[in-house]
């Protein structure tokens, strides 16, 4: 009976630790009862929760305050160096990453928050990274901006 109760648990994290692909990354979703919502703050939010420049991937923490879900989401990632300075080229251009990402239904629910992985190249020497032009689409097609 042990066996089984174990089985069953280890079956059930399987199936609630799946992960969605999109466009440019993978999607977790996190329950919006595990953390609550400050709903005093822009309609939608995204922070970069942690980087990693070996595997290109950047965790982004996506939150909708708004009374709809978001089905796609897009933004710029740009990278900052260690001195807070952006990481540009030799000719002042600075080096960004877009990052976009879909979803059916939605990437993440209205009134809650998820997790993102972003699959994009990340710079040498990025101590930092910002996020900028946040967008995201609801599921009746309307515009999300902060």
């Known amino acids: 009976m042990k ?7 280890a079956a059930l994290m399987a199936f609630s630790c799946g992960s969605g692909a999109s ?3 993978e ?20 922070n970069v929760l942690s980087f990693d420049e070996g ?9 909708n305050r708004s009374d709809e879900p978001i089905t796609s989401v897009r933004m710029r ?6 001195e807070g300075d952006e990481i540009t080229t030799a000719t002042g251009r600075r080096k960004d990453s877009p990052f ?3 979803q059916n239904p939605q990437v993440v629910g209205a ?8 699959r994009n190249s990340i710079e040498p020497g990025t101590g930092s990274i910002q996020i900028t032009e946040l ?4 599921k009746s097609g309307e515009t999300i901006t902060p």
Do not use: Y
Not at 77 to 82: A, D, G, K, P, S
């Open 3 to 9: 066996a089984k109760f174990l089985l069953f648990g």
């Open 23 to 25: 466009n440019e990354g």
């Open 27 to 46: 999607q977790t979703k996190a329950s919006s009862n595990e953390v609550a919502i400050d709903m005093d703050g822009p309609m939608i939010e995204a």
């Open 55 to 63: 595997s290109s991937k950047t965790e982004i923490e996506l939150i």
């Open 77 to 82: 990632l740009v990278f900052i160096n260690e």
């Open 100 to 102: 976009q990402t879909a």
């Open 111 to 118: 009134k809650s928050r998820a997790v993102i992985t972003a």
């Open 135 to 138: 967008q995201g689409t609801s």
